[in-house]
């Protein structure tokens, strides 16, 4: 790769203070501090299934909720990705997956379109993970990145009982899909749009 697809986001508000590095053509290598432990381990698994290298550091009004710590880091890492893309020139554009865990299944399709747009279909009462993390957090995280990403995602939770088994499959089915779509495709001359703009 001759072009660091790097980047550095900071960003502070009176909710939340957040910095985040990516390296999209990384190892899976992270560091991960948000202050609430199971996000922590959804982008520890989001970092090493999409082999992103990613430092993440977020100081947040937990003791309120963990919306907007979740919201807002969904929001950051989206602005790192789509900084660290650039023009996006010779990328594959479009990634999927279909990943299971256990007895769950979960499908997820990105498009790096440049328009954002979300399509979050999943059981509608389900449990919360934990004592506090609601599972509603995870359609939050991905409305927030996707928008700063500017992306087209959807996730679709095809069957599952456990509430940490879908989370866990949509983060990992994420970072699966984003892999795909983030990859330099030698053929593509340009950017992958007859607009040659994304």
């Known amino acids: 790769m001759s072009d660091s697809r ?30 609430v432990a199971f996000f922590d381990h959804m982008l520890i698994l989001f970092s090493k299934h999409g082999l992103f290298d990613l430092q993440v550091k977020v100081i ?23 900084e660290a893309l650039g023009s996006k020139k010779g990328i594959t554009r479009y990634g999927s997956s279909l990943l299971p865990m256990d007895e769950t299944l979960a499908q997820v399709a990105i498009d790096l379109s440049g328009r954002p747009f ?13 004592q ?14 996707a928008n700063a990403l500017m992306a087209n995602v959807h996730v679709e939770i095809r069957y599952g009982k456990d ?3 879908m989370a866990e499959a949509i983060f990992k089915g994420i970072a699966r899909a984003l892999d ?10 340009g950017v992958p749009s007859t607009k040659n703009v994304l």
Do not use: C, M, W
Not at 15 to 30: A, F, L, M
Not at 60 to 82: K, M, N, P, S, W
């Open 118 to 130: 979300v399509v979050f279909i999943a059981p509608e009462r389900v449990d919360t993970i934990g």
């Open 132 to 145: 506090a993390f609601h599972f509603q957090l995870v359609e939050e995280f991905v409305r927030g990145f």
């Open 163 to 165: 509430a940490h088994h």
């Open 60 to 82: 947040g009004d937990i003791e309120v909720d963990y919306h907007h710590t979740v919201e807002d880091t969904g929001i950051v890492l989206g602005q790192a990705f789509r």
């Open 6 to 35: 790097t980047s550095k986001i900071d960003r502070k508000t009176a909710e939340t203070d957040i910095s985040i590095s990516v390296n999209v053509d990384g190892s899976g290598k992270s560091e991960i501090d948000t202050g």
């Open 180 to 189: 795909q779509a983030t990859r330099i495709d030698p053929r593509v001359t």
